[in-house]
């Protein structure tokens, strides 16, 4: 038997032991009301013996009825966490008995509801000064927060409180001191209305942003390892993409971002077998991660590489970005083209399982002298650097030294150590796999989208524009229904009303793939979106509030700049009018943009390291973007030649149009009327602020009037 069927033919057994004692007693022994939930997170939660309720009128009215409080649990389907506290209490039958004795139990998927999760994130963060997942609010039956925290264990350890003793405590509180949870909840309710729509500024920020960023963001810059604070690291896609573009003409910027995408895709956080990269590390040198992968880290991080790789030329950057699409198109997209959220932290019950190594599997899977060679590339050791004798895999040795230590060429120790990851990724296809969450999620969706059609253009790989177009029309086609979109699709159903960030970064998304395509289609469908986005979510004292009014349940109307693991809705909402704008010539969403730099003033000009992407979308305010027309015929390798230079170099404050002397063209965009072939030949037009320079029509010619300058293997980068 061949060691895959082998693998196979065990991990069947497995499965079919996990089955026998259900099986034998006839089904599950409990089953609440979220078995008719789509949700990944809230099926995982289908069976305990807790009474769950899904977030909806029917919980919210018994708890009225009954004047019981609320106990709100929230998590996501890939939290390593929540699984722990499923199987210690919400599994647990005391526990459970308690739970349903005394409250109304809600369970809320946070990537469902980021509304939700949003409100009741900020009041317990607000209680303890942090938060996270799994997160546990209790409520009064009026949906205001008493008391909360996240991850609580069943048994009081290390000073935190367990379940056992917190339940009876909050009960006796709720019903001999009410007065005292009603005034706390009134507080707290105050504090979150205070706290979600800061007061507009009366002024643009100026340039003094970017100088208040920058001493921030040297403050907390690690120096050993790249990256920035500790001692867990997580990926800052968004500061390095802003780094990048405050990078010119200052060297020691530049060194600090390589440093820290260097130290990403050669440690523990990227999986070299299969690419793409995991949500965090534990640790400080990026070598431990939290194994569990996000749709969201692979659209940053690929655009972050993307950009690194324009400015660098490095092709390293350019196969980290490769190998991350290639892993979303391989594990993470459904057939008709929608992207899946995430897969698991843990598989067979442990976290990180799936992606470790022993020496002996190398063997058996590579053949000891190829084994040899790799485990020297990758830190794979006999006794292994993680828990039970296996190693996660770190790059510890370049190509050169490997190379100089064999005797070989660096090229030819490139090509056995790719054809080795194709032996191991075969080999890990036999494994048990981690949970995959298949809801397709409109926002994440849409960086992605971006993301895919970048590095389709960047990349000259027609297939991930192809991937982004599919996955464009899939959230059209799913995802809109009566003029508006929604925020979650999984199994044929779209449900949940869309927030700012799923306009926001759908819009986002678009205005890439028509810059990948050059295909109107999408840059009016962005336009049409946009618009919608406005009309829904806009704040008339400049911004936009995170969801459109239409949910009475919500205590707030969220207006956040604060960029976490993903941009906050405002950020992109910003940049995409300021890019629409100058697309159509159209003032009023040029002041839209404004009103939202605007309106986010102190946090941009007194803690700006909290809202890169915003500070990003200042940048492209600031600059005079550089309206660049291609005009003659598409197929002409001479045209292509020209838009090779535009795709492959870092030029973040453009925008692009092509044409043959297509009326439709000069209507949608105005800057592009009257630009013509000279001489039949393709010919490229600059201009900025309504001002061209003399047409060209050779590709070094255009690279002098872009400011570029080379860059090894790559086009080049702009100045300035």
């Known amino acids: 038997m061949r060691v895959i069927d082998r693998l196979r033919f065990f991990r069947t057994l497995f499965c079919i032991a996990l089955l026998i004692p259900t099986l034998a007693a006839g089904g599950p022994r409990h089953t609440n009301r979220l078995a008719g939930e789509k949700s990944p997170y809230l099926l995982q939660h289908a069976h305990n013996p807790v009474d769950w309720y899904p977030w909806g009128a029917e919980a919210l009215a018994r708890a009225k009825a009954e004047n019981r409080p609320i106990f709100l649990s929230i998590g996501y389907a890939t939290c390593h966490w929540c699984h722990v506290m499923e199987r210690e209490s919400f599994e647990n039958e005391q526990i459970a008995a308690l739970l349903n004795q005394w409250f109304v139990c809600i369970k809320v998927d946070r990537e469902e509801r980021p509304d939700l999760d949003a409100v009741y994130m900020a009041a317990v963060q607000a209680m303890t000064g942090s938060g996270g997942w799994p997160m ?32 009876p405590r909050i009960q006796e509180l709720w019903a001999k001191e009410p007065d005292k949870v009603a005034e706390a909840a009134a507080r707290m309710v105050a504090h979150l209305r205070e706290q979600a729509a800061p007061p507009p500024g009366a002024a643009l920020p100026d340039g003094a942003a970017f100088a208040t960023y920058l001493r921030q963001v040297e403050a907390s810059y690690d120096a050993r390892h790249g990256g920035f604070g500790g001692p867990q690291k997580f990926p800052p896609a968004m ?47 990026w070598q431990e991660p939290h194994f569990e992968k996000m749709l969201y880290t692979h659209a940053l991080l690929v655009r972050t590489y993307l950009e690194a790789y324009q400015v660098t030329g490095d092709a390293e950057y350019a196969r980290v970005v490769r190998e991350t699409c290639d892993y979303v198109l391989r594990d993470m997209t459904h057939p008709a083209g929608g992207l899946f959220s995430a897969e698991d932290a843990d598989s067979e019950g442990e976290e990180g399982l799936f992606y470790l190594w022993t020496r002996q599997e190398l063997e058996r899977g590579l053949g000891k002298d190829e084994a040899a060679l790799f ?6 050791s006999a006794r292994g650097n993680f828990a039970g004798g296996r190693s996660i895999l770190h790059r510890v040795k370049d190509d050169a030294a490997l190379a100089k230590a064999h005797k070989t060429t660096a090229a030819a120790i490139a090509q056995r150590l790719a054809a080795a990851r194709g032996k191991l990724l075969a080999v890990r296809a036999g494994r048990v796999r981690p949970l995959r969450d298949d809801k397709v999620l409109t926002d994440w969706n849409g960086l992605m989208i971006a993301a895919l059609a970048n590095a389709g253009q960047v990349l000259d790989e027609p297939h991930y524009r192809q991937a982004a177009e599919k996955a ?72 936009f509030f995170d969801t459109d009014g239409s949910d009475s349940t919500l205590l707030v109307r969220n207006k956040d700049s604060y960029d976490g693991a993903i941009p906050t809705g405002n950020a992109l909402a910003c940049l995409n009018l300021l890019r629409l704008a100058e697309y159509f010539g159209d003032d009023a969403l040029r002041q839209a943009g404004e009103a939202t730099l605007r309106a986010f003033h102190a946090p941009l000009t007194q803690a700006p390291r909290t809202a890169p992407q915003l500070l990003q979308a200042l940048a492209f305010h600031r600059a005079t973007p550089k309206e660049i027309v291609i005009a003659g015929p598409r197929e002409d390798p001479r045209h292509r030649d020209l838009l090779a230079v535009v795709r492959g170099s870092f030029l973040p404050h453009k925008v692009v149009a092509v044409t043959d002397g297509d009326d439709a063209v000069a209507q949608a965009i105005p800057w592009a009327t009257g630009r013509v072939a000279i001489d039949g030949a393709p010919t490229a037009y600059v201009c900025e602020n309504y001002t061209c320079q003399l047409p060209v029509r050779d590709a070094a010619a255009l690279r002098r009037q ?15």
């Open 375 to 380: 485990a020297a590339a990758y830190d794979v």
């Open 239 to 285: 500061d390095l993409s802003l780094l990048l573009r405050l990078a010119a003409g200052d060297p020691a910027i530049l060194a600090r971002v390589t440093a820290t995408l260097d130290a990403m895709m050669d440690g523990g956080l990227y999986d070299h077998v299969g690419g793409g990269f995991h949500r965090y590390t534990v640790d400080p040198a």
């Open 706 to 720: 872009l400011g570029l300058t080379p860059t090894p293997g790559g086009a080049g980068r702009a100045g300035g």
């Open 136 to 167: 546990t609010v209790f409520l009064t039956p009026d949906l205001q927060p008493f008391f909360g925290g996240t991850y609580f264990p069943p048994e009081g350890r290390g000073g935190q409180p367990g379940l056992r003793d917190l339940l």
């Open 472 to 543: 464009a029309e899939f959230v059209l086609k799913n995802l809109e229904h009566d003029g508006r979109l929604l925020h979650r699709w999984r199994e044929g159903e779209a449900a949940h009303a869309a927030t700012l960030a799923d306009y926001a970064f759908l819009v986002h998304g678009l205005l890439d793939l028509y810059e990948a395509t050059l295909d109107l289609h999408w840059l009016t469908t962005a336009r049409d979106l946009n618009g919608q986005m406005v009309a829904r979510f806009a704040d008339p004292a400049g911004g």
